[in-house]
Structure formats: structure tokens, C-alpha cells
């Protein structure tokens, strides 16, 4: 009877040495997956962040290429009115040169009639 209940104590033991096995293989389960959940939310925070700087680039350019856009559409609509405001300088020249120029051949023409046809 004695060894009967000695062979029970010593497989009491050994399911209690079995139990604390399970027990501190279940914590370093734990542990090996609260890590494992650290460094993904970790990770997850450095695309998030990644992810706002980029945007952040993406706004900053939009926002400049649309100021860009802006001061070219500015400066061609002040080309646009230079240059109409040459061609029309241009044009009032040249018209005035014209007239001028037919104010000269009709006087060498009258010359040209005095001296071809005398008066009279």
C-alpha cells in the first residue's frame, strides 16, 4: 500500500511538472505574441507615418505646381498683352509711315505735273 501510494505521489508529480510545463511553454507563447504584436503595431505605425509624410509631399507639390501654374498663366496673359499692345504700336507706326510716305509721292507728284505741264 505504501508503494502504491508513493508510485501515485511520484505520478502526481510528474503531471504537476507536465502542468507547469504546458503553463510556461503557454507563457512564452504569450510573450513570443504580445512581441509580435508590438513590433507589427510598430511597424503599422511607421507606414502610417510614411504614409501622412508622403502625402504631406504630395499637397506641397500640388500646392506649388499649382502656384506655378498660376504665375505662368499670369505672365502669358501679361505677354499676351505686350505683345498685343506692340502690334499695335506697330501697326500706328507703319500706318503713319505710310502716310507719310503717299504725303511725299503725291507732292513729288504735283513737282512732277508743275514741271511736265506749265501752267497755262
Not at 504537476?16 to 503557454?26: C, I, M, N, P, S
Not at 504584436?37 to 501622412?52: G, I, K, S, T, Y
Not at 505683345?83 to 507719310?100: I, K, N, P, Q, Y
Amino acid at each position: 500500500v505504501g508503494s502504491a501510494a508513493a508510485a501515485a505521489a511520484s505520478g502526481g508529480g510528474a503531471e504537476e511538472a507536465a502542468v507547469g510545463q504546458q503553463h510556461r511553454g503557454l507563457r512564452e507563447a504569450i510573450s513570443s505574441l504580445e512581441a509580435a504584436f508590438r513590433r507589427e503595431a510598430l511597424q503599422r505605425r511607421e507606414v502610417e507615418l510614411e504614409v501622412v509624410t508622403r502625402l504631406s509631399e504630395v499637397e506641397s507639390l500640388a500646392h506649388s505646381g499649382a502656384s506655378d501654374l498660376a504665375s505662368l498663366e499670369g505672365s502669358q496673359a501679361t505677354l499676351a498683352r505686350q505683345l498685343a499692345e506692340e502690334r499695335r504700336a506697330r501697326e500706328s507706326t507703319l500706318s503713319s509711315r505710310m502716310s507719310e510716305l503717299a504725303d511725299r509721292i503725291e507732292a513729288v507728284r504735283r513737282q512732277l505735273a508743275d514741271v511736265l505741264l506749265p501752267p497755262g
